[in-house]
T-cell receptor
Framework: TQLLEQSPQFLSIQEGENLTVYCNSS?????LQWYRQEPGEGPVLLVTVVTGGEVKKLKRLTFQFGDARKDSSLHITAAQPGDTGLYLC??????????????FGQGTILTVHP | SAVISQKPSRDICQRGTSLTIQCQVDSQVTMMFWYRQQPGQSLTLIATANQGSEATYESGFVIDKFPISRPNLTFSTLTVSNMSPEDSSIYLC???????????FGSGTRLTVV
């Protein structure tokens, strides 16, 4: 059973379209983080959300943390070919002995066609 | 944020041999981790590299197969021992000073076992 369910796993859209990627869990996280990875590179941190209900914006990207800190979403407005890549949500579980370990969702491969 | 140098970036190895991957961080960090990733897929945690003590392994990974060292707060190695073609994958190290504020990843080691 996947602790963090990320969807969709594949997304192929045209330049200028909007999209949303979801990350859901039945567990509570002290933070949820979004990374973007390009071929041959490691994941690069886009944003971290730590407060329930928090919304963060990074240019055309909007990130939201659910009120109960169990889910998050990434919304991209007017996608561009440069947004193409693997998007990963990841979380740090609240409490217990798992602190510090990052749990990843399945990832979303986004392709934006010109 | 910290910068991680990981090497080698890729290698092709004969089955039955071992490969040691090195990870150097440009500043002292609290936590270091090792992951495995198939191209285009998410990351699977292998172990937490503990400074000055034995690594903590996730289910399905054992010390004899993946010995890890972390002699100080900036350096760690992962050895893939007695390799088989099933070990072909991308191996990444990661580090963080404050988990809730994000992690830095190395650029990965693409291992092919023939």
């Amino acid at each position: 059973t996947q602790l963090l369910e990320q969807s969709p796993q594949f997304l192929s859209i045209q330049e200028g379209e909007n999209l949303t990627v979801y990350c859901n869990s039945s567990s509570v996280f002290s933070s949820l983080q979004w990374y973007r990875q390009e071929p041959g590179e490691g994941p690069v941190l886009l944003v971290t959300v730590v407060t329930g209900g928090e919304v963060k914006k990074l240019k055309r990207l909007t990130f939201q943390f659910g009120d109960a800190r169990k889910d998050s979403s990434l919304h991209i407005t007017a996608a561009q070919p440069g947004d193409t890549g693997l998007y990963l949500c990841a979380g740090v579980l609240a409490g217990g002995t798992s602190y510090g370990k990052l749990t990843f969702g399945q990832g979303t491969i986004l392709t934006v066609h010109p | 944020s910290a910068v991680i140098s990981q090497k080698p970036s890729r290698d092709i190895c004969q089955r039955g041999t071992s490969l040691t991957i090195q990870c150097q961080v440009d500043s002292q960090v609290t936590m270091m981790f090792w992951y495995r990733q198939q191209p285009g897929q998410s990351l699977t945690l292998i172990a937490t590299a503990n400074q000055g003590s034995e690594a903590t392994y996730e289910s399905g990974f054992v010390i004899d197969k993946f010995p890890i060292s972390r002699p100080n707060l900036t350096f760690s190695t992962l050895t893939v021992s007695n390799m088989s073609p099933e070990d072909s994958s991308i191996y990444l190290c990661s580090a963080t000073q404050t988990p809730n504020y994000g992690y830095t990843f190395g650029s990965g080691t693409r291992l092919t076992v023939v």
